[in-house]
């Protein structure tokens, strides 16, 4: 029997493909990328040798190691009727040991490769009962998760969950219960689409961030899209008006879902800049060595000032 041991990352390349601060300055790109995009797309279409489930080994910086990565259809679709129909890359390629999915993963090497993860004393992720939550929790011990849990609920509050068998943090990010400037680190994964007041999520999350925080998130990215589109807002009465048909995404507290606001484009950096954050940037991601297909896909960063200008 053969025994493979877990190699060193550096011997497997990076997934960082560049950094854009707005639509303007990837739109420059696009006649560099275009030439890159048409390599990857051949590649991924050569390591989709089956529209069936299958897995292939690659790297995953939750474990460290080669593990095998999942590909399947289950969030699948196209994006025309011309088009083949493709898994839904971020949501699709899992790691069979940790459990942790492309996104997932990817926004675990950001912080492996970019962040200084010593000096990261106290940190939040809007996550508790996921896989994710258990990886960082083991790379930042002090990290302190929470989810959603209704509107009937005070930030701050643990609620036991029968799903789960456990007490749950509830926290409501318009509305925190954590005092300013406590986290040196906040984290969200596919959140923000589905809080109508984001912009208010924004500056609760600048609060809490001390001086030089950092907050990294994912959303569902449109990056065609100069301006967010809107889906669904809410009437006066507390009744959702749908703008849009309605698109529900998958929750893990509740089987019903979530109902997703808005659809966003690339003025998200300047919604951030707005609120205070001295830096907001997109980082691109792919690299099927490490288990990430597609693209463009992007981690989200932005930085709290380490001073803050006083009017």
Not at 208 to 235: D, K, W
């Amino acid at each position: 029997m053969m025994i493979v041991r877990a190699l060193p990352q550096r011997f497997f390349p990076s997934i960082w493909m560049g950094e854009f601060r707005s639509k303007v300055e990837f739109d420059r790109s696009l006649f560099q990328l275009a030439p890159a995009f048409s390599v990857y797309d051949w590649i991924d279409d050569r390591v989709l040798f089956s529209r069936h489930r299958f897995t292939y080994p690659a790297y995953c910086s939750a474990c460290e190691q080669v593990t095998q990565m999942r590909i399947d259809w289950l969030f699948g679709g196209c994006s025309s009727t011309r088009s083949s129909v493709h898994p839904a890359w971020t949501e699709t390629c899992i790691c069979q040991k940790c459990g942790l999915n492309s996104r997932m993963r990817a926004l675990i090497d950001f912080l492996r490769v970019r962040c200084n993860l010593k000096n990261i004393k106290n940190a939040f992720i809007a996550e508790q009962v996921t896989p994710l939550y258990q990886v960082l929790k083991r790379i930042i011990p002090s990290v302190i998760g929470s989810e959603y849990l209704g509107p009937g609920h005070k930030s701050g509050k643990r609620v036991f969950n029968w799903r789960y068998l456990q007490y749950i943090r509830h926290e409501d990010l318009t509305n925190l219960s954590f005092p300013d400037c406590q986290f040196d680190l906040v984290i969200t994964l596919d959140v923000f689409e589905h809080i109508p007041n984001y912009r208010t999520a924004f500056a609760e999350i600048y609060r809490i961030l001390r001086l030089g925080g950092l907050l990294v998130f994912t959303i569902p990215f449109f990056y065609e899209q100069e301006t967010t589109r809107i889906r669904a807002v809410f009437n006066s009465d507390g009744t959702i008006n749908h703008l849009l048909p309605p698109e529900i995404h998958g929750n893990p507290i509740s089987g019903r879902g979530s109902l997703c606001f808005q659809n966003f484009g690339w003025d998200i950096l300047d919604e951030l800049r707005k609120i205070g954050f001295a830096d907001a940037c997109a980082a691109l991601y792919w690299g099927p060595w490490q288990g990430h297909l597609g693209y463009p896909f992007f981690v989200f960063y932005a930085i709290k000032p380490k001073t803050v200008q006083r009017g």
